[in-house]
């Protein structure tokens, strides 16, 4: 399966204290991507990272991409309470030839407790 | 969210009833998408359309039928279905052509079969 798998499953941390949490994948990716989902509700686009990149930041989040080892992390710095959602972690196969499809993983729900 | 529309926002349908969902993207993208997502699974592609074309159907059974109109329209008709089928019903959009493929998606339909 090529499919992410997201680590931990659920993550409960007080506002102001930062939240890791980890992807693995199983095949060759050409980008790795995460979004975010509150509960009930559609998935945004967070940020993406290339199979050639290493790490990439967007305002409080910082994603790292480990190839070798086939993982990412998505850090989130000085959480809030409005950053409470699922993350999921989704990945784009090499070798599709511009198909559009993305595999996404189980996710992680966090909680920022105020 | 906001570019990517999804009608209704919950249903609640019997067995033996007959409805469509509905999606509209006003982001000039030229593929879209239904998943579903049940709790605790990953998030399950269901069909792909690609400039108005069927590119991927996932082994979905046959009582869900997609129909892409144009490329702003993707419709989801229900027949006959079960319990089991109860989820939320994500559209998504993306631009073809373009890697990687971040994908824009609505707020979702919230179907309940009895």
């Known amino acids: 399966s090529q499919q992410g798998e997201e680590d931990p499953q659920a993550l409960s941390i007080q506002e102001g204290e930062n939240a890791t949490m980890n992807c693995s994948y199983k095949?060759?990716?050409?980008?790795l991507q995460w979004y975010r989902q509150n509960s009930g509700r559609g998935l945004v686009h967070l940020i993406l990272?290339?199979?050639?990149?290493r790490e990439k930041h967007s305002g409080r989040l910082r994603v790292t991409l480990d190839t070798s080892k086939k993982s990412s992390s998505l850090l989130i710095t000085a959480s809030r309470a409005a950053d409470t959602a699922s993350y999921f972690c989704?990945?784009?196969?090499?070798?599709?030839?511009?198909?559009?499809?993305?595999?996404f993983g189980k996710g992680t729900k966090l909680t920022v407790n105020p | 969210e906001t570019g990517v529309t999804q009608t209704p926002r919950h249903l609640v349908m019997g067995m033996t009833n007959k409805k469509s969902l509905k999606c509209e993207q006003h982001?000039?993208?030229?593929?879209m998408y239904w998943y579903k997502q049940s709790a605790k699974k990953p998030l399950e592609l269901m069909f792909v359309?690609?400039?108005?074309?069927?590119?991927e159907n996932n082994s979905v059974p046959s009582r869900f039928s997609p129909e892409c109109p144009n490329s702003s329209h993707l419709f989801l008709h229900l027949h006959t279905l079960q319990p089991e089928d109860s989820a939320l019903y994500l559209c998504?959009?993306?631009?073809?052509?373009?890697?990687?493929?971040?994908?824009?998606f609505g707020p979702g339909t919230r179907l309940t079969v009895l």
């Open positions: 998504a959009s993306s631009p073809t052509g373009t890697i990687p493929p971040v994908q824009f």
């Open positions: 095949t060759s990716i050409n980008n």
């Open positions: 990272i290339r199979s050639n990149e």
């Open positions: 989704a990945t784009a196969p090499s070798g599709q030839g511009g198909s559009e499809k993305l595999v």
């Open positions: 982001l000039g993208h030229n593929a």
């Open positions: 359309y690609s400039l108005e074309e069927r590119v």
